[in-house]
């Protein structure tokens, strides 16, 4: 592929599924921002890559890794259960980022089990989220609101939602559905990042929230 010099900022990146899209990205011929509290976990280095230090709750640092992207990714997710809501705090501050720099365009993940309206939950689907409110309650909730914030911020936004997560390879090949309606239980991440950066040119989802899966 012709390397292009749309910039990416990407926050999330030194997650499991945040290197994947950092690699992808850099391999598309992307140039990457991110947003990391500890840089030495992304153990990537290139010239097309830039690593900001600092947290989500340092509005200057976020600002720095959003100025001037071309879109904004994010793979965050809570990373315990007690309740911080730094992710939905954190997502807050992005937009806010975006909006003062006039970029519109922005793709989050979530898990599948953040519902949409045109999801038909099975009693599968249902069990699940009995499950999740009951053990992991408030990364749920952080998720919620997370999901919310995005559909109400007038931004370019797409909502990529995911079940099981996995470490195995690419496919290169998604399901792509609704909750109760064609899709599978695990997702490899390495697609998962390939079906986000996609999204970075394509408005087929375009303030939608499809679940994916292998």
């Known amino acids: 592929m012709e390397p292009t010099a749309k910039t990416l900022a990407i926050f999330g990146a030194t997650g499991r599924a945040g290197k994947h899209l950092v690699q992808q ?7 990457v921002r991110a947003l990391a509290r500890d840089p030495g976990k992304l153990a990537l280095q290139h010239e097309r890559l830039l690593i900001v230090q600092g947290s989500l709750r340092d509005a200057a640092r976020v600002e720095q890794v959003v100025a001037g992207a071309d879109a904004v990714l994010s ?3 809570p990373t315990s259960n007690e309740p911080t ?3 939905s705090q954190g997502t807050t501050t992005i937009i806010k980022a975006m909006k003062q720099h006039g970029i519109k365009r922005l793709i989050i993940s979530a898990g599948a089990g953040v519902g949409d309206p045109g999801d038909t939950p099975r009693l599968f689907n249902k069990l699940i989220n009995v499950a999740l409110k009951a053990t992991a309650r408030n990364v749920y909730e952080d998720m919620v609101k997370t999901v919310a914030l995005v559909r109400e911020s007038g931004l370019e ?3 990529v939602r995911v079940p099981r997560l996995m470490d195995t390879p690419r496919t ?3 399901r792509v ?4 309606q064609g899709t599978g239980a695990n997702l490899s991440r390495a ?3 390939e079906f986000m950066l996609q999204q970075v040119d394509d408005g087929r989802y375009l303030r939608q929230a499809p679940v994916i899966s292998n």
């Open 25 to 31: 990205a850099l391999e598309r011929g992307y140039c």
């Open 75 to 77: 793979v965050l997710g």
């Open 85 to 87: 809501f730094e992710i």
């Open 157 to 159: 936004w797409t909502v």
């Open 172 to 174: 290169g090949k998604v």
């Open 177 to 180: 559905g609704m909750v109760g």
């Open 191 to 193: 697609d998962m990042a």
